[in-house]
């Protein structure tokens, strides 16, 4: 039995093996699928308006879990480490086939929806998921079809989510019981024994960055994006904590995207139609775009209330401190509209160095920006993961490793191949510690930071005078309105400058020591941007 909005008259859930005795619920509204989640004790609504849901025992990726099926077509294209994780076909059918059987018996939920928000390169999607509120991010989270295209609509890639099936290790072919396996010869991807929604959102990326490079000559990237009055394109890299969401969500920018983009021919395109941002410890001052975005048809995941009341409580990490929220991009005012822009003119490196090293800001050649591009640093402090007490150097390729199944080197390559293209300015800029590590310093003004990115955009720091550092070679502007010209050089923020040295050697030393594992690959000129380092 079916029940839907619209759908394409031809599609079936027996073209993917799943013969069920329950409903199938076709492209519901949210407004339905919020009714489906209360109706049947799986959310209860804030009185914000959005509806509150736990993902069960995974309340983030299981990173362990996720698999890439190894054939023809991966075998030797894909960057086979500890991340992208190779399994034999047999197991991706075995499990598919259970989840299949899995359903037989369930009601199910189909989304149509569309990766990329630019037309010339978008992939669509199908979507079968077990929860309705599975269904609802996915609608939150992509490109929605209109109705047109929902009535033609042929999926290039689809999805089997089933966060209550569980595998059996010892004959699956996996680790544990919960999995996501993607297979490119199928143009599939299989979830199970995780209700996280996360790894429906990093499954597509993982394949659009395995494709777009590939097959569209597009870089695609883990960062955030925003445009100006003059159409001019801005995006920014950078790991959890570094500030992407803060420092791209500007009033006097158009939002782009927070999280995944791609560098066409074209320009510069969101993959997604919606955000999915952190809420632990959120508050209207620190965030007013995300707070506000939270009401109807967003998705709040592990969060708690306050006592006797339906009012979120943003602190409360008794579930997990991953706390989530997905909504609609069009729940933020300030956006482009499409998700589309230009080339970029500058591209912003963001790290949050707890060592006190780097400097605030500074202008990389093209070979620094491929080597910092492959590092992807920054640090974590106490509190921000178990058993760590003093600060930890932490790099991710690309700023983002475990959704980039291609080799590090060949998404730098692209980037410098762009730069060149397009004339882009690449910065670093340090979130950080200032005048000492994570203990001693302090963190960088934010309203420092603010000044900074916005004389670069400006071409505030175009034509003044800069300075190298010594040890990493970064070129420093000596000048830049409204901050103090101590701050823009790291080494005169702190009180002992031996111990500003040997701190700032051990950190190269990390860097060089983190490199070594690319360097057959790196090409001469990636490998000349290295700090002056003693490992």
């Given at each position: 039995?079916?029940?839907?909005?619209?759908?394409?008259?031809?599609?079936?859930?027996?073209?993917?093996?799943?013969?069920?005795?329950?409903?199938?619920?076709?492209?519901?509204?949210?407004?339905?699928?919020?009714?489906?989640?209360?109706?049947?004790?799986?959310?209860?609504?804030?009185?914000?308006?959005?509806?509150?849901?736990?993902?069960?025992?995974?309340?983030?990726?299981?990173?362990?879990?996720?698999?890439?099926?190894?054939?023809?077509?991966?075998?030797?294209?894909?960057?086979?480490?500890?991340?992208?994780?190779?399994?034999?076909?047999?197991?991706?059918?075995?499990?598919?086939?259970?989840?299949?059987?899995?359903?037989?018996?369930?009601?199910?939920?189909?989304?149509?929806?569309?990766?990329?928000?630019?037309?010339?390169?978008?992939?669509?999607?199908?979507?079968?998921?077990?929860?309705?509120?599975?269904?609802?991010?996915?609608?939150?989270?992509?490109?929605?079809?209109?109705?047109?295209?929902?009535?033609?609509?042929?999926?290039?890639?689809?999805?089997?989510?089933?966060?209550?099936?569980?595998?059996?290790?010892?004959?699956?072919?996996?680790?544990?019981?919960?999995?996501?396996?993607?297979?490119?010869?199928?143009?599939?991807?299989?979830?199970?024994?995780?209700?996280?929604?996360?790894?429906?959102?990093?499954?597509?990326?993982?394949?659009?960055?395995?494709?777009?490079?590939?097959?569209?000559?597009?870089?695609?990237?883990?960062?955030?994006?925003?445009?100006?009055?003059?159409?001019?394109?801005?995006?920014?890299?950078?790991?959890?904590?570094?500030?992407?969401?803060?420092?791209?969500?500007?009033?006097?920018?158009?939002?782009?995207?927070?999280?995944?983009?791609?560098?066409?021919?074209?320009?510069?395109?969101?993959?997604?139609?919606?955000?999915?941002?952190?809420?632990?410890?959120?508050?209207?001052?620190?965030?007013?775009?995300?707070?506000?975005?939270?009401?109807?048809?967003?998705?709040?995941?592990?969060?708690?209330?306050?006592?006797?009341?339906?009012?979120?409580?943003?602190?409360?990490?008794?579930?997990?401190?991953?706390?989530?929220?997905?909504?609609?991009?069009?729940?933020?005012?300030?956006?482009?509209?499409?998700?589309?822009?230009?080339?970029?003119?500058?591209?912003?490196?963001?790290?949050?160095?707890?060592?006190?090293?780097?400097?605030?800001?500074?202008?990389?050649?093209?070979?620094?920006?491929?080597?910092?591009?492959?590092?992807?640093?920054?640090?974590?402090?106490?509190?921000?993961?178990?058993?760590?007490?003093?600060?930890?150097?932490?790099?991710?390729?690309?700023?983002?490793?475990?959704?980039?199944?291609?080799?590090?080197?060949?998404?730098?390559?692209?980037?410098?191949?762009?730069?060149?293209?397009?004339?882009?300015q690449v910065w670093l800029v340090n979130t950080g510690w200032t005048g000492g590590a994570f203990g001693t310093g302090n963190r960088i003004r934010l309203r420092y930071t603010r000044s900074m990115i916005t004389a670069a955009l400006e071409g505030k720091l175009d034509n003044i005078a800069y300075a190298t550092h010594p040890i990493f070679g970064l070129e420093m502007p000596t000048k830049c309105p409204g901050v103090p010209d101590d701050v823009l050089n790291p080494r005169h923020t702190w009180d002992d400058k031996e111990a500003y040295d040997v701190q700032a050697m051990d950190l190269a030393n990390a860097f060089v020591d983190n490199f070594k594992k690319f360097e057959h690959k790196a090409s001469d000129k990636i490998l000349s941007a290295a700090p002056t380092a003693m490992v």
């Amino acid at each position: 039995m079916e029940k839907f909005g619209v759908k394409n008259p031809k599609a079936s859930l027996a073209q993917y093996g799943i013969q069920t005795k329950g409903k199938a619920y076709w492209n519901l509204s949210p407004e339905e699928l919020i009714e489906e989640t209360v109706t049947r004790g799986l959310g209860v609504l804030a009185d914000n308006g959005a509806i509150c849901i736990h993902t069960g025992t995974f309340t983030g990726r299981s990173p362990k879990d996720r698999f890439i099926v190894k054939d023809e077509i991966t075998r030797d294209t894909c960057d086979w480490n500890d991340i992208n994780l190779p399994i034999d076909g047999k197991f991706f059918y075995q499990l598919r086939e259970k989840i299949q059987q899995y359903f037989a018996d369930k009601d199910v939920f189909v989304r149509d929806a569309i990766a990329i928000a630019d037309q010339e390169y978008q992939v669509p999607l199908r979507v079968i998921t077990e929860y309705p509120w599975s269904n609802q991010f996915v609608y939150n989270m992509f490109v929605r079809p209109t109705e047109e295209q929902h009535l033609h609509f042929d999926p290039e890639w689809v999805i089997y989510n089933a966060p209550g099936f569980e595998a059996d290790p010892e004959i699956d072919g996996i680790r544990q019981k919960n999995f996501a396996i993607i297979n490119f010869s199928e143009k599939q991807i299989i979830i199970g024994g995780t209700g996280y929604t996360g790894e429906i959102k990093k499954g597509v990326f993982s394949v659009l960055n395995y494709m777009l490079p590939k097959e569209r000559d597009v870089l695609a990237m883990h960062c955030s994006a925003n445009i100006g009055k003059d159409n001019d394109v801005a995006i920014f890299f950078g790991l959890s904590g570094t500030g992407k969401t803060t420092l791209s969500a500007d009033p006097n920018r158009l939002l782009i995207g927070d999280d995944e983009h791609g560098w066409s021919k074209n320009g510069v395109f969101n993959f997604e139609g919606g955000c999915y941002a952190k809420t632990i410890d959120l508050t209207k001052e620190k965030e007013p775009e995300i707070f506000g975005a939270i009401r109807h048809r967003a998705i709040l995941e592990n969060i708690g209330f306050h006592k006797n009341t339906r009012t979120v409580d943003y602190s409360d990490s008794s579930i997990t401190q991953n706390t989530r929220v997905s909504y609609p991009i069009y729940n933020i005012d300030n956006i482009a509209k499409p998700s589309v822009g230009g080339h970029p003119k500058h591209i912003f490196f963001l790290t949050a160095d707890a060592f006190g090293v780097l400097p605030p800001i500074s202008l990389l050649t093209p070979a620094q920006a491929m080597y910092y591009f492959i590092s992807g640093y920054t640090a974590k402090v106490a509190g921000t993961e178990v058993g760590i007490v003093d600060p930890k150097a932490t790099f991710s390729a690309c700023f983002g490793a475990p959704f980039m199944p291609l080799h590090p080197t060949y998404y730098a390559e692209m980037l410098g191949q762009k730069m060149e293209d397009y004339g882009a300015q690449v910065w670093l800029v340090n979130t950080g510690w200032t005048g000492g590590a994570f203990g001693t310093g302090n963190r960088i003004r934010l309203r420092y930071t603010r000044s900074m990115i916005t004389a670069a955009l400006e071409g505030k720091l175009d034509n003044i005078a800069y300075a190298t550092h010594p040890i990493f070679g970064l070129e420093m502007p000596t000048k830049c309105p409204g901050v103090p010209d101590d701050v823009l050089n790291p080494r005169h923020t702190w009180d002992d400058k031996e111990a500003y040295d040997v701190q700032a050697m051990d950190l190269a030393n990390a860097f060089v020591d983190n490199f070594k594992k690319f360097e057959h690959k790196a090409s001469d000129k990636i490998l000349s941007a290295a700090p002056t380092a003693m490992v």
